[in-house]
């Protein structure tokens, strides 16, 4: 009896989740939770993406002490 009913109030309270955060309802609530995790969402994929880029450019990168770095002529103008 207590497993039952446990599994009935999850697949309850997970119908009503599903059915209230709908994208086609015009109200203020469901505009306003759909706006927040629309900004996390590309906050977190750009998060991501720059995790990627930073570590591929770690991978990429070789250091070779024994090369002899380049200079740049410094050009020195008095006024």
């Given at each position: 009896m207590?497993?039952?009913?446990?599994t009935i109030l999850s697949l309850l309270i997970a119908?009503?989740?599903?059915?209230?955060?709908s994208r086609k309802k015009d109200k203020f609530i469901n505009r306003n939770?759909?706006?927040?995790?629309?900004?996390?969402?590309?906050?977190y994929n750009g998060y991501n993406a720059l995790e990627e880029g930073r570590i591929s450019l770690?991978?990429?990168?070789?250091?070779?002490?024994w090369d002899v770095l380049p200079i740049e002529r410094m050009q020195i103008s008095e006024e």
């Open positions: 207590k497993t039952s009913f446990k119908t009503i989740l599903v059915v209230s955060c939770f759909h706006a927040v995790t629309a900004e996390f969402n590309s906050l770690n991978d990429a990168y070789f250091d070779n002490y």
